[in-house]
């Protein structure tokens, strides 16, 4: 725990102006994002008497290590530049709202020739039209089916459509009128276009215009005595309407706006947004978070406001916005949201009429939200506590193991050897941390010496990344010298860590865990001490968690720890097992499978699946190909004659599989190869990749 004044900045030296500041901690992680009007008054307060502290503020500022500041011109620059700093360094002790990345949307593909109608969760993608969000994607489609009778747009996959281009049969949905079927032409791409725009109209609330237009159309038809037309026009009308009774009319005059209300105790707070458009609610939506820092009413609005519209502009952002508390000051948050929209945005509190009911039933919404969530979680943050610490008194540790890191290795017999790396924060996965490896010391199959390479490696990269901060000797007694990493799989640039500790996002390998855990027993528990030891490293807990008897083994110990089966703290160490073996096991299989797939012309440099496909349809099989003169191969369009001297190359190195024999004759049956055969790595023939219940079986 740091002392504030170890790190307090001198007097003086932190300017009286609008800006932003962070709080590091040891590891020179961000765990704090701010903003201030006078960062001299703002920082100012957090360096007294812890005493007159908040506890959550108090906390942080023991917690930190350093503070930092960036100067701006206005407060609309601090509260912008806070929201991308929040974003990108993710702070431990910001309010963050679990983001409600599942919420199904609505959208239309306004970006793509043929529009498209579908459901879609997750980030927004530019040029496409969302509505929503929805509680349930079931009600999407139920308001989808209504109005495709009236507005028939494409809602089909890429694949069916280009299916249906091929063929010229459109789908199911345009024999029975669902559907313009611009993939045969019925309509152009223009009139596809109006069909869709027409359809984002409707779902704006723009309802009216519609629906008279097409009553006057079903007059005139039947006035011309068109009585099928007139009958079907009658029916488009009453889709319409069924689809617009499924959101009640709650607010007079078309108002566009976003309600936005709290609940709040002590330790957690709900928020509620009810998205009002033409006078209907269109979505609902909710978040709750942990109040780890001291904020108000008002400051809770504040970070929803930033959650909701930080990535949104034009309309959006609605024209009106109503909260329970104004943020303090107002003035910057409304002038960011009427830059982001465009236009003027009113923020205010509903005093009285149908605004302030409406508000009144979001706030119960709300309420009830975060009862629901206390239900919940009361019975997970207890078992995880105690998770936690029955793994710290069976191991002996001196606090609990707030951060677990497992490690596993997979291959098949020997081959693509790999390795996984999980991480645990809290007894929870933070998939985000995950890791894969490599094995690239040696050949062949050996767990104790693979464990041995990639905990080296590892934490070679941490050592590493102590050094760039200065936390690390390499020439102190332990020190191994510089570092070298290699084969982290997923690094940028082909690196292991490709961001900086100046810019305060998580690293890759920059924070070290409290305890390591290893699939496997004695021998691999060992081996990770060792790697450990060879490093200096002294203070990170090992052990090892066994699949037979589910033993807990510790280096150094000839018997393992036993752990009652009904343990919470055994179970959460079978759960972080079993991520890490799961995790392994599907990189394993991937680069299995990569490489079951590979054939003779993929040794080509420069040679595309375009070109191989065009060589194999122009000689039949590979076989072919194989007797084929570089003369030959060079009247396939597109291949150059030196493209055809690699084939011919690559095709030299490649032994053709044996012939096959009928057993029951004892001929040899004369088959062509296949366009892609599966090789093994060193090219000597077709690879047996046996039942899929004996590769599960031959698979660690």
């Known amino acids: 725990m740091a002392d504030p004044s170890s790190y307090r900045p001198k007097p003086g030296q932190i300017p009286d102006s ?61 509260l912008q530049l806070e929201y991308s700093w929040i974003k990108e360094f993710d702070p431990r002790f910001n309010v963050k709202y679990r983001d409600d990345k599942s919420y199904p949307y609505l959208a239309v ?6 529009p498209r109608v579908q459901v879609m969760r997750g980030h927004k993608k ?27 747009v494409r809602t089909c996959s890429a694949g069916v459509f280009k299916n249906a281009e091929r063929t010229g049969r459109p789908c199911l949905l345009g024999y029975i009128g669902k559907c313009a079927a611009p993939c045969v032409e019925r309509v152009s791409p223009q009139e596809h276009r109006e069909l869709a725009e027409d359809f984002c109209e409707f779902m704006t609330g723009r309802t009216g215009a519609y629906i008279r237009r097409i009553e006057r159309q079903m007059a005139q038809a039947a006035e011309d005595m068109e009585y099928e037309k007139a009958a079907r026009l009658r029916d488009d009308v009453g889709a319409l309407k069924k689809a617009m009774e499924k959101s009640a009319v709650v607010l007079a005059d078309a108002t566009d706006a976003d309600l936005i209300a709290l609940a709040e105790d002590e330790l957690e707070a709900a928020v509620q947004i009810f998205h009002v458009r033409g006078g209907r609610v269109r979505g609902q939506r909710g978040w709750v978070t942990d109040k780890v820092e001291a904020v108000t009413s008002g400051d809770l609005v504040e970070h929803a406001l930033q959650q909701l519209y930080g990535e949104e502009s034009g309309d959006s952002v609605p024209k009106e ?14 002038q960011w949201l009427t830059e982001r929209r465009g236009s003027n945005v009113s923020l205010r509190i509903p005093q009285r009429g149908d605004k302030k ?38 191991l002996d540790l001196d606090s609990a193991p707030l951060r677990i890191e497992c490690y596993d290795i997979s291959h098949l017999q020997g081959d693509d050897v790999v390795a996984s790396m999980v991480v645990f924060e809290d007894g929870l996965a933070r998939k985000s941390e995950y890791r894969r490896f ?22 070679k990269r941490y050592l590493f990344d102590k050094e760039k901060t200065g936390e690390w000797d390499p020439e102190e007694p332990g020190g191994t010298g510089t570092p070298s990493v290699s084969g982290e799989i997923g690094a940028p640039n082909g690196e292991a860590n490709g961001l900086t500790e100046e810019d305060g996002r998580p690293k890759r390998f920059a924070y070290p865990p409290q305890l390591v855990v290893v699939d496997g027993g004695k021998p691999q528990v060992a081996a990770a001490q060792r790697a450990l030891d060879e490093l200096g490293i002294d203070d990170i807990a090992v052990c090892g968690l066994a699949k037979r008897l589910e033993e807990v083994w510790v280096p150094g110990d000839d018997d393992p720890v036993i752990l009652p089966r009904t343990s919470e703290g055994l179970y959460l160490l079978q759960r972080v097992r079993d991520e890490a073996h799961r995790f392994a096991i599907t990189y394993q299989r991937a680069k299995r499978a990569k490489r079951f797939k590979a054939g003779p012309l993929d040794a080509v440099p420069g040679l595309g699946d375009a070109r191989k496909q065009t060589l194999i349809k122009h000689f039949g099989s590979v076989k072919r190909l194989r007797s084929a003169t570089i003369d030959q ?30 057993t029951a004759t004892g001929e040899i049956i004369e088959e062509e190869e296949p366009v892609r055969t599966g090789t093994s790595e060193d090219g000597e023939g077709p690879v047996s990749a046996g039942t899929s219940e004996e590769r599960r079986g031959q698979e660690t």
């Open 438 to 459: 490599q094995i690239k010391g040696f050949e062949g199959q050996d767990d104790v010496r693979s464990m041995h390479e990639v905990l080296t490696r590892r934490f």
């Open 18 to 78: 609008p800006g932003v500041y962070r709080f590091r901690d040891e590891h020179r992680r961000v765990i704090y994002v701010g903003k201030a009007k006078s960062l001299r008054q703002r920082l100012a307060s957090y360096f007294q008497d812890l005493t007159n502290l908040h506890p959550r503020t108090a906390t942080m500022v023991t917690t930190a290590a350093s503070v930092e500041w960036t100067v701006v011109s206005t407060e609309v620059e601090a």
């Open 321 to 334: 916005v109503l909260v329970p508390a104004l943020p303090d000051p107002i003035e910057p948050v409304q």
């Open 633 to 662: 191969i060079c009247e396939v369009p597109g291949i150059g004659r030196k493209t055809a001297e690699a084939v011919i190359v690559a095709l030299a190195g490649a032994t053709p599989a044996g012939p096959a024999v009928n």
């Open 357 to 394: 009911a409406l508000m009144e039933t979001v706030a119960r919404n709300a309420q009830q939200s975060l009862v629901l969530h206390k239900t919940k979680r009361a019975s997970d943050l207890t078992t995880r506590s105690r998770a936690l610490e029955e793994i710290a008194e069976a």
């Open 109 to 114: 593909t306004m970006n793509e020739e043929f």
């Open 126 to 152: 530019k040029g496409v039209r969302y509505f929503g969000p929805y509680g349930h994607a079931w009600a999407i489609r139920d308001t989808v089916d209504l109005l495709l009778r009236v507005f028939p």
